[in-house]
């Protein structure tokens, strides 16, 4: 549970899983989302968080429920099946991001600290742009920038909020309506 939700599998901006990953480490994933997947994931991240106390899981399947009932809900209150894994003609293309990217929404100063904790790099992890996933903990992160603990967190969670809003404005994956 822990590197799926470290892993690019796990949109670490707008909560929710991807399908599946390509890759033995849960990083590349196949950027479809499934409602399906979805359904039968937060369930295990609600009893894990309940068998362990760990909120990191209690988070997740929180983001999950947040995820499905902003993107996945039809006004009628019914669910779409899946949000497809292209947008523009290129698979990924809404989730991945390059540092300039993240510079322009965030600013130096919180790109840099997000930029350690998501993994990103010039080079990329994803076709020259980059999959956002938790390649360092936010305790790693603290110690190498001299933030606490508790401020890489405030960082990230201000993050995600404005990346979402910047992400909002990029061509969206296609959605199948079919409402279950």
């Not at 322009?104 to 996933?133: K, P, Y």
Request: negative net charge; hydrophobic residues 35%.
């Amino acid at each position: 549970l822990d590197k799926m939700a470290a892993g690019g599998i796990y949109d670490q901006i707008g909560g929710g899983f991807h399908r599946y990953a390509t890759d033995a480490i849960w990083l590349v994933p196949h950027f479809e989302k499934m409602l399906y997947d979805n359904a039968l994931l937060a369930p295990v991240y609600l009893h894990a968080w309940q068998l362990t106390g760990n909120p990191r899981y209690r988070e997740v399947c929180e983001e999950i429920l947040d995820y499905v009932l902003r993107e996945m809900t039809d006004p009628s209150g019914a669910f779409y099946s899946t949000q497809d894994a292209d947008s523009e003609g290129e698979e990924g293309r809404f989730y991945i991001w390059s540092p300039d990217e993240l510079r322009a929404a965030l600013g130096d100063e919180q790109s840099a600290v997000v930029e350690r904790l998501w993994g990103v790099s010039t080079r990329g992890n994803f076709e020259g742009r980059n999959i956002l996933h938790l390649a360092r903990t936010e305790a790693e992160v603290a110690s190498e920038t001299g933030y606490t603990e508790a401020e890489v967190h405030d960082i990230a969670q201000r993050a995600r909020a404005t990346l979402y809003q910047t992400r909002a404005q990029r061509v969206w994956p296609g959605r199948d309506d079919k409402a279950i």
